[in-house]
């Protein structure tokens, strides 16, 4: 589950925080379906 703190979203599955919680959900769900990071997603993490 994406975790908030403030305006900022954590995915946790891999740590990465983002501003947005939709970046953070794809982000988690990318990395529970392939066990590793999507580029153009953690580039927009913060
Ligand atoms: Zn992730």
Redesign the pocket.
């Given at each position: 589950m994406v975790k908030r703190i403030k305006n900022l979203f954590e995915?946790e599955?891999?740590?990465?925080w983002y501003n947005d919680q939709k970046t953070?959900q794809k982000?988690?769900q990318?990395?529970k379906a392939h066990h590793s990071?999507n580029l153009e997603?953690?580039q927009l993490s913060v």
């Amino acid at each position: 589950m994406v975790k908030r703190i403030k305006n900022l979203f954590e995915c946790e599955e891999c740590n990465l925080w983002y501003n947005d919680q939709k970046t953070a959900q794809k982000c988690e769900q990318w990395c529970k379906a392939h066990h590793s990071c999507n580029l153009e997603i953690i580039q927009l993490s913060v």
